[in-house]
Each structure stands twice: as C-alpha cells, then as structure tokens.
C-alpha cells in the first residue's frame, strides 16, 4: 500500500530537549515536505526536499532542521524546541511538477506539544 | 507571494442543502488541490484541478477551476452528515510548494 509514514504519532516534550520526527515513503516520490498545521493558518511549508542531499527552506524555516539522505526517508529535528513550535506537523511527498495528476500524499501527522 | 483565501471559514448547514465553498489565490499557478480532513486525521485529497475551466465531480462534491479569475469553488449539493469536515484548498506555488487557505470547517446538520 502507498503510503507516508511518520513518527510518532503524539509526543509532548519540554523546552530544549532536542527531538526528531521522522518520516518515510514508499513511493519512490523525489519530492518531500514539511508542513505545520496551526488553527486559521492551514498549512505551512517548513521545508522541502527535491531529490537525496537536496533540501531548502520553506516559508518557517526557523527552529527546524531537515536531512535527505535517502531517497524515502526525510526527518525533521528540532534541536531546541520551544512552545511556539507546539503544532500539527504533517511529512509529504509527491512526484515531480509537470508529471501527470502530480499530487502530495500526506502522513497521518505528528501532535507535538513543547512544555 | 502567494496567498489563498478561503470562505467561509466556517460554514454550518442542514442536510439537504446546497452550498459553494470559495477559494481565491493572488498569483497565477496551473495547479490548484482540493482536500478533506477529519479532525485528527490527516489530508485526503479529493480533486486536482490542472488547468482554466475544469471540473470535477465525486460524489456530492463538485470541484471547479477559473484560472483567470483566480478563483476555484468546491460545491456540495444534497449535503449529508458524512460530509463535515474541514476542507482545504491549495495552491502549487513554484517547485513544489503547496499554499494552503485557511480552511473551511463544514458541520452538517441532521
């Protein structure tokens, strides 16, 4: 089955204390995002990665780092976490623009809450 | 920049009813997604629009795209209870930025 799969699911965690989430598609798709979930903000891109080793930053970069190392994998960490960054954090992943019906899967998310 | 607006955000209605959810984007993209979340859940994607004048249907839901206007709506008629949600535009901004809106959050009511 097709699928993002991100863990985990749920963590609280306390200001500071480095953490990462991680992420894994089995698709073979070359483009994966973060995006974070805050109410009357939908979405926003934290990063993205176009292919392995190619990252860049979204629209809320700051506070969040990325790595693409291989191909499904694509974790997030915080290596500071603070209570701003108390969110819904959703991982993505899509075939390239200009392919057919090109369109973003999405994991089942990741309710992070800093303390 | 890219910005996507959605309305209403909050949208209650009857069973039965009709209704159009609206989304305007400010710059021109190709590509405009429409999706459904549950509340907790994550994002099911219902309709990809890929170019001015298309339309799609699923259901109870209708989906359809004007590019020149900049403007896309997602209309659901005879709603039913299964229906509430919160649902999102997007918007393909650049490489492989999604936009989102704000999102809609539906309650139908029996």
């Known amino acids: 089955e097709a699928q993002v799969t991100q863990n985990p699911r749920y963590l609280i965690t306390v200001t500071g204390k480095k953490l990462t989430v991680t992420c894994s598609q089995n698709m073979n798709h070359e483009y994966m995002s973060w995006y974070r979930q805050d109410p009357g903000l939908g979405l926003r891109q934290i990063y993205y990665s176009m292919n392995v080793e190619v990252t860049d930053k979204g629209d809320v970069p700051e506070g969040y780092k990325v790595s693409r190392k291989e191909k499904r994998n694509f974790p997030l960490i915080l290596e500071s976490p603070s209570p701003n960054q108390t969110s819904l954090y959703f991982c993505a992943s899509s075939t390239p623009r200009g392919r057919f019906n090109t369109e973003a899967f999405f994991g089942q998310g990741t309710r992070l809450t800093v303390v | 920049e890219l910005k996507v607006e959605q309305n209403p955000l909050f949208l209650s209605m009857q069973e039965g009813k009709n209704y159009t959810i609206y989304c305007n984007y400010s710059?021109?993209?190709?590509?405009l997604y429409w999706y459904r979340q549950d509340p907790g859940k994550s994002l099911e994607s219902l309709f990809v629009l890929l170019s001015n004048g298309a339309v799609k249907q699923e259901g109870r839901l209708m989906a359809s795209l004007d590019t020149k206007a900049r403007l896309s709506t997602l209309h659901i008629t005879a709603a039913v209870h299964d229906l509430s949600a919160t649902y999102f535009c997007?918007?393909?901004?650049?490489?492989?930025?999604?936009?989102f809106g704000q999102g809609t959050r539906l309650t139908i009511n029996p």
């Open positions: 997007a918007v393909m901004s650049g490489a492989q930025k999604l936009v």
């Open positions: 710059t021109t993209s190709d590509r």
